[in-house]
T-cell receptor, first 109, second 115 residues
């Protein structure tokens, strides 16, 4: 099976930066996704990486290193509304999407 | 709004009941998915339909029965469930699961409680 690891919880202060790491071991690789999920709501798409490097979208950036099986999601200028669960998902060689258990980020004033 | 709707949002049922979950997508996608989300666990893929054909069944017990009458609608029929089936059931859709970035868009889920 596929193995995707990310920390369970992280806490940070409003205005700060938080980096959520994700490591994966999959049979083949066809892209890595990050989703945000607020409590009781649908996961919503944040970013997609298929090539090595950094993708930036406003306050959120995502990085991928395929050789290391590693990605991170960087959240800058944290706001209270960023308190949510962040899901790392990897599409394997058969185009199946597998999810990590999610990282719950709590932003404190 | 993600363009994927699910009903009901909450469901409480006994172990002998029969109920159905409904999902509808308004995105013109060809693939639809059912996931189970339990607390502190990764999303578990249950079923995949691509162009109305079931392409994935991840060893799901037969008490869960999917139905996909067309590319816009997906049902999950529930029968004689167990308390451990209590979870959030998420529906998703995507354009083409075999190519490109193919982002999946999720509905808000049905919170199911089995008594």
């Amino acid at each position: 099976g596929q193995n995707i690891d990310q920390p369970t919880e992280m806490t940070a202060t409003e205005g700060a930066i938080v980096q959520i790491n994700c490591t994966y071991q999959t049979s083949g690789f066809n892209g890595l996704f990050w989703y945000q999920q607020h409590a009781g709501e649908a996961p919503t798409f944040l970013s997609y990486n298929v090539l090595d490097g950094l993708e930036e979208k406003g306050r959120f950036s995502s990085f991928l290193s395929r050789s290391k099986g590693y990605s991170y999601l960087l959240l800058k200028e944290l706001q209270m509304k960023d308190s949510a669960s962040y899901l790392c998902a990897v599409r394997d060689g058969d185009y199946k999407l597998s999810f990590g258990a999610g990282t719950t980020v709590t932003v404190r004033a | 709004e993600t363009g994927v709707t699910q009903t009901p949002r909450h469901l409480v049922m006994g172990m002998t009941n029969k109920k159905s979950l409904k999902c509808e997508q308004h995105l013109g996608h060809n693939a639809m998915y059912w996931y189970k989300q339990s607390a502190k666990k990764p999303l578990e893929l249950m079923f995949v339909y691509n162009f109305k054909e079931q392409t994935e069944n991840n060893s799901v017990p037969s008490r869960f029965s999917p139905e996909c009458p067309n590319s816009s609608h997906l049902f999950l029929h529930l029968h004689t469930l167990q308390p451990e089936d209590s979870a959030l059931y998420l529906c998703a859709s995507s354009q083409d699961p075999t190519s490109g970035p193919d982002t999946q868009y999720f509905g808000p889920g049905t919170r199911l409680t089995v008594l």
